[in-house]
C-alpha cells in the first residue's frame, strides 16, 4: 500500500478518526485583497497566505502599481524578453523600474527600455544608486561631502541629491579632504586604489552606503564579481558593514513605491531572482511574481525559505494581463486548474495532469508544505521540483 507523506491528510480524507499526526489548524479562510471583490477562497501558490481569487481580472488588476525588475524580465543584455513589451505596455497601472545596477543613471535605463519598444522616462526608473544617496541624506545635512565610488550613475544620484561630491582620484590628491559619506556602487573602471580611499574615508567615520551586494555579475562572457564582492574587499579592511540600498534590502523598493505615490501592500514587484527580487517584496510588504525567464526556476523555488516565496510564479509577462489560476488544497491534494497531485512515497501521485505552469504551481505549493512540515528534505524537494520544471 501507497505511503503517504502526510498521513494526518489521508486520515482526514478517508474518514478514519485518529492519524497519525494531529490535522491541520490552518484553513481557507478568504482575505480579500485590496480592491478586489470576494468570491471563491484559494491558496497562494507558493506560500502560506491565503487571497481571495477575482474570477474574471487580470492578475495585475489587483494592483495600483508595479515595481518591475529589469535583466531576466524585460531584457537579457541588448535583446528584449519573449512578450515582455507588449505585456508591459498593455498594464494600465503605473509601472516603474527598480535596478540594483547601479553603474547607470535612470536616463540611461529609460533609454535602453525605450529602445526596446517601451514607453519610458527617466522618472519610471529607480536606481540602487538614487536609493543609496537617499540613504546618505537620512544621515547628512544637504551639501555633505560625499566620496562617490563607481560608475556614473553613482555621481549623478550623489548631485541630484544635494551633495557635494569627490572621486577618488579628489581624495587621493587631498588626503585632508573631510568626507561624509561614502556611497559605493559598481563600475567597470573601479580599481583597487578607489577601494583603499572608501576604505580610508570609512575608517575615519564617514557613513558608507552601499548600493548593492550582488556578489556576481552576468556578462557575455560569463560571471564577473559584482559590487557585493567588491564591497566585500572593502570590509576587510574596515571594522563596520555598510548600509545596502538596493534589493533585498528594503530602501529600493521603499523609493519605488514613494515615486509610484502608494502604500507597499498596493504595489505589485515583478522580478526574476528570489534572493533580491522577491526576498525583497517580503521585506517590503509587497506581493510579488516570480517570471521563469531569468536566473530562479521552480526547482530553486522548491526549496526557498518563507522569506524568499514569491506569491505568483507565472511561465512570461503575458501573466500579468491574465486570470491567474491559484491553488485550492484540502491538504490532502493540492489542484491548480486541470493539475491535481500529492506526493506520496517520496514520489508525485498524479491524480490529472494539468499545463506545465499549473503542475508547477500546484507542485510547489506541495512541497512547500512538505518541507516546512518536517516531511519532505531539500533534497527530496528539489529532486520533484525538478520533474515539473521544463523551462530549465
Ligand atoms: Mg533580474
Redesign the pocket.
Known sequence: MRRPCWPWAVATRRGTGSPGRSPPTRTLRPTPPTGSPSSTAWCSPTSSKVRTKTEVSALVDAYAGVVC?????VYRGPTAVDHAVAALSSVQARVVYATNNASRPPQEVAAHLTDLGLSVTGNDVVTSSQAGAGELAKHLPSGATVLGVGGPGVREALQHSGFRVLSADDTRDDPTARVGGVLQGYGTTVTASDLAEAAYAITAGAVWVATNTDRTLPTHRGTAPGNGSLVAAVRMAVTRDPIVAGKPEAPLYRMCADRLGLPAREVLAV???LD??IAGAVTTGMDSVLVLT??DSVTSTAVAPVSMRPTFVVEDLRALGEAYVGVETDFTWWTCGGDRRRVVDGRWDVAAAGAPIEAARAGLACLHEGVDHGELTQEQARALARQLDVWQ
Request: glycine residues 24%; hydrophobic residues 25%; negative net charge.
Open positions: 525588475d529589469l535583466d531576466g524580465v522580478g526574476d531572482r533580491t527580487d531569468g536566473v
